[in-house]
T-cell receptor, first 113, second 111 residues
Framework: NAGVTQTPKFQVLKTGQSMTLQCAQD?????MSWYRQDPGMGLRLIHY???????DQGEVPNGYNVSRSTTEDFPLRLLSAAPSQTSVYFCASSYRTGTGELFFGEGSRLTVL | GEDVEQSLFLSVREGDSSVINCTYTDSSSTYLYWYKQEPGAGLQLLTYIFSNMDMKQDQRLTVLLNKKDKHLSLRIADTQTGDSAIYFC???????????WGAGTKLIIKP
């Protein structure tokens, strides 16, 4: 099994550009989420989903959109990139909502110039 | 400020024990977790402890929980170079059990 797969691994954007970070899991997990990781800070939750068709905001949702049309996929869209969105982004999933046993992708490093 | 606090760095000699500490704020947290992040990789769950336990041991790892002081520690016995990583503490709380993360402790192994 591939687990949680994120693409791309690296991306450079200019301010104002939009892009989508892809996340796919092949474990039939109910719960999926997006975090950002910044130096000296813990992971911060951007958006999460408890099942296909259901999404909700986390701690830092501004500037990001998500959708969950299938159980497997949970893309994260940056609508108009800003330098403050320079970060490493992680997708994580778990077999059910309410458990902290998360499976993480390898991360996507985004730089916004 | 952060709900979960950790020192940013810990340096130990190979073969010694490493003790990584974490303090949290919510006494109602049900589970507390330790995750490991190796360079350039995602996080992996190392171990977790339920809030009604004081200690949990798994091979070289020992987790101690002091609920009175809201203090969690992770002890790694016989530290090896492969233990070099960032270790994150996290607590689950709230009705939706979202995780609240510490900033991570980078474990540096000296030969």
């Amino acid at each position: 099994n591939a687990g949680v797969t994120q693409t791309p691994k690296f991306q450079v954007l200019k301010t104002g550009q939009s892009m989508t970070l892809q996340c796919a899991q092949d474990m039939n997990h109910e719960y999926m989420s997006w975090y950002r990781q910044d130096p000296g800070m813990g992971l911060r939750l951007i958006h999460y989903s408890v099942g296909a068709g259901i999404t909700d905001q986390g701690e830092v949702p501004n500037g990001y959109n998500v959708s969950r049309s299938t159980t497997e996929d949970f893309p994260l869209r940056l609508l108009s990139a800003a330098p403050s969105q320079t970060s490493v982004y992680f997708c994580a999933s778990s077999y059910r909502t309410g458990t902290g046993e998360l499976f993480f992708g390898e991360g996507s490093r985004l730089t916004v110039l | 400020g952060e709900d979960v606090e950790q020192s940013l760095f810990l340096s130990v000699r190979e073969g010694d024990s490493s003790v990584i500490n974490c303090t949290y704020t919510d006494s109602s947290s049900t589970y507390l977790y330790w995750y490991k992040q190796e360079p350039g990789a995602g996080l992996q769950l190392l171990t977790y402890i339920f809030s009604n336990m004081d200690m949990k041991q798994d091979q070289r790892l020992t987790v101690l929980l002091n609920k009175k002081d809201k203090h969690l520690s992770l002890r790694i016995a016989d530290t090896q170079t492969g233990d070099s990583a960032i270790y994150f503490c996290a607590e689950s709380k709230g009705s939706n059990y979202q995780l609240i993360w510490g900033a991570g402790t980078k474990l540096i192994i000296k030969p």
